[in-house]
């Protein structure tokens, strides 16, 4: 049974849910988790279509602190299958947020918990979505660039301390330099 925390407007959440935003050093761990986590979805995902799943964000850029929390972004022709795809992720302790409480409607987001602490998210998207390419540039830009990872690692150790008991802030925190590196030519 998951612990909850009272939430916002009385609710209860769980308590992965509520989570601090705490930042690590860079662990080269990461990647072989991610790759490890990558191969188990692709044999999850396959029958519904998913050909294509990436580890992103910055466990995914070398030498970049951050949030012990692998991201992951898979590809999917649509949420037809959603139901589906649910309950076979459930059953590998995936939570699904659903879009009114995750607030993006361009993604299916899922949050794969062990002992109450976030283990990986994984943003689930239609082929056609165009967040897809943005998430794949900023991350290439951060691996070529690490002058520009640098910046990126200062800011967000700033809005860790800032934001800790806030996730949500210091996500909306960090998009004006996500902006900006993508409008950039690097």
Same mark, same amino acid.
């Given at each position: 049974?998951?612990? *909850?925390?009272?939430?916002?407007?009385?609710?209860?959440?769980?308590?992965?849910? *509520?989570?601090?935003?705490?930042?690590?050093?860079?662990?080269? !761990?990461?990647?072989?988790?991610?790759?490890?986590?990558?191969?188990?979805?692709?044999?999850?995902?396959?029958?519904?279509?998913?050909?294509?799943?990436?580890?992103?964000?910055?466990?995914?850029?070398?030498?970049?602190?951050?949030?012990?929390?692998? +991201?992951?972004?898979?590809?999917?022709?649509?949420?037809?299958?959603?139901?589906?795809?649910?309950?076979?992720?459930?059953?590998? +302790?995936?939570?699904?947020?659903?879009?009114?409480?995750?607030?993006?409607?361009?993604?299916?987001?899922?949050?794969?918990?062990?002992? !109450?602490?976030?283990?990986?998210?994984?943003?689930?998207?239609?082929?056609?979505?165009?967040?897809?390419?943005?998430?794949?540039?900023?991350?290439?830009?951060?691996?070529?660039?690490?002058?520009?990872?640098?910046?990126?690692?200062?800011?967000?150790?700033?809005?860790? =301390?800032?934001?800790?008991?806030?996730?949500?802030?210091?996500?909306?925190?960090?998009?004006?330099?996500?902006?900006?590196?993508? =409008?950039?030519?690097?």
């Amino acid at each position: 049974m998951t612990k *909850t925390n009272n939430g916002q407007n009385g609710e209860d959440w769980p308590v992965w849910a *509520t989570e601090a935003v705490h930042i690590e050093a860079y662990n080269p !761990d990461w990647r072989a988790k991610g790759e490890r986590e990558t191969k188990r979805l692709a044999e999850l995902l396959r029958p519904y279509g998913v050909r294509e799943i990436e580890h992103m964000g910055s466990t995914s850029v070398p030498g970049l602190s951050a949030k012990p929390i692998i +991201d992951l972004m898979a590809r999917i022709p649509d949420y037809g299958e959603l139901d589906s795809v649910i309950e076979a992720l459930s059953a590998e +302790d995936w939570h699904y947020v659903p879009p009114e409480l995750d607030g993006n409607e361009w993604r299916r987001f899922f949050v794969k918990v062990k002992s !109450d602490k976030r283990q990986c998210h994984l943003h689930l998207m239609r082929e056609d979505e165009e967040h897809w390419d943005r998430q794949i540039a900023f991350r290439d830009k951060l691996r070529r660039n690490p002058e520009l990872a640098g910046a990126y690692d200062r800011l967000k150790q700033e809005l860790a =301390e800032r934001y800790q008991s806030d996730r949500e802030a210091y996500t909306r925190a960090k998009s004006e330099f996500v902006q900006n590196v993508l =409008e950039t030519e690097q």
